[in-house]
């Protein structure tokens, strides 16, 4: 069983960012398992944590030349190679205090974060370490672009680089990452660029730090001031980058990874499908029962129809979990391909009609309102439905959990706000109006 990893004792570096010139310090602190990787921005009032993981990071768009992560309008650039170097010490839980919006450069590789963490010492945790193996293949496609995940039971990587430059002419690398391979092939690899490049990144606003010191600048006629520490230095930098973006997912990747002329953009999208990858194939999540039916059962469908007077195929509640009368009700609906109207909505592609994800809502709703004794044979009409959202498709095999609660409730009408999710994430929001009318 491999453990997670922290490090001993705390260590300073200091450096200019790449992008933005400035100069910042970085305090990497020791952190308890199951942290993860904490970014905090020292220089901002209240010092705003930001965590790396796949919610935090940045669309690519806005962020070509370096990974990004956001939290609150608060940002992290160029963090790649720092989640490099820890990614290639195998460091799992760690807090990086920074004055400043960018990671220090230093001299366009890892190695010095591999120096100053090493130092800092790296220690075992009591704790297991949880790894995300790829379980089908995902693909990221953009032009002459292309990046590939496949099941496999280590983390290996392939990359073709392919420029229309002599020196940048096709190149092709696979490595099996592992700490001492990472540390001897990749670790010492430098972010380049062409010098046709350079007039045109700091008219964007990039490159205000870079100089040949810390950055490959590629000429015409070859590298200007500085030689290469690697033959294929720049395909190594390429395979260095995708280490260090894949480390944002927040755990450790199990799989190969095929590249072809792919730079961060391409990286962020596929961390993204890996994400929805891991959300696809994650077991259904426990729903904790926090309001007590009266004899702190769950309310089976028969149960249900003692108060609901809905019928098949209109009855969309198959079990109640929690229920706190008038106040609060969380019930739950498995979607299956049998449902009748999946039978036209639609025969090739399957989903579930909105207004049928709105409707069980209410009727979760009703069940809220109606359990009362006095209400009971009573039917629950709707007044009015606003702020509909819907955020994402329900598909046969779901579970929709459905959590309603009371706004305002009067003796024969409620305002009532409800939510639907599936794995915990939110597909359809509402609010809506119910009048409770005449006997069943």
Known sequence: MSHQHTIAKEKNLTGIGLHTGQKVTATFKPAEPDTGIVFIRTDIAGNPEIKACVENLLMPATSPRCSVLEKNGVQIQTLEHVMAALSGLGIDNIIIEINGVEVPGMDGSCMDFMQVLSEAGVREQDKPRSYFSIKEPIFVEDGNSTLIALPADDFRISYTLSYEHPLLKTKFLEVKITPDVFKSDIAKARTFCLDSEVDELKKHGFGKGANHENTVVVGGDGVLK???????????????????????????????IIALKSGHMHNVKLLKKIDQQKQKFSPPQQISIKYELPAGQQMDINEIKKILPHREPFLFVDRILSLERGKKCVGIKNVTIND?????????????????????????????????????????????????????????????????????????????RGQALVDGKVVAEAEFVVVLGGDA
């Open 226 to 256: 500085t030689k290469l520490r690697y033959e294929d230095e720049f395909v190594r930098h390429k395979i260095l980058d995708i280490i260090g973006d894949l480390n944002l997912f927040g755990m450790p990747i199990k799989g190969h």
């Open 340 to 416: 009748y109207f999946f039978k036209g909505h639609f025969p090739e592609m399957p989903v579930m009609p909105g207004v049928l994800i709105v409707e069980a809502m209410a009727q979760v709703g009703g069940i809220m309102m109606l359990a009362a004794e006095e209400n009971r044979g009573k039917i629950a009409f709707f007044m009015t439905i606003n702020n509909v959202k819907f955020r994402k498709p329900v598909v046969p095999g779901d579970q929709l959990v459905f959590e309603v609660e009371a706004v305002k409730i009067k003796s024969r009408s409620g305002q009532v």
